[in-house]
């Protein structure tokens, strides 16, 4: 008869001594703080600088949009001044406005200006 000689495992003998449940149990805790602390140390400063370029980008959006809606009510103005401004320019005032509101294809209720 052959005889084999017993080895020793740590984890086979923990298992033996406590109970399956407990290793596992001790190991899903290890488990848990592995990926907290690959969470904290490694996750966060990325989302945090993520953070910080989308409220910069949030911010500058916000900035345009002002802006056009401050052009667009600059641009509405001269459009309800058109003929007051028409009848007091001269014949190369009328026709750089003319020339402005050709080239950004803005008319009040998409009428053509007149010429």
Known sequence: MIE???????????????????????????????????????????????MGTLIKLVDRVRMLDNDLIRLNTKLAMVLEYKEEISEKANKEELDELTEILHKYKSFSAGAEPKK
């Open 4 to 50: 084999v000689e017993a080895v020793s495992n740590p984890l086979v003998d923990a298992i033996n001594q406590y109970g399956f449940p407990i290793i596992a149990a001790f190991f899903m805790g290890y488990f848990i703080f592995f990926v907290w602390k690959w969470v904290t140390e490694e996750i966060d400063p990325v989302i945090g600088a993520s």
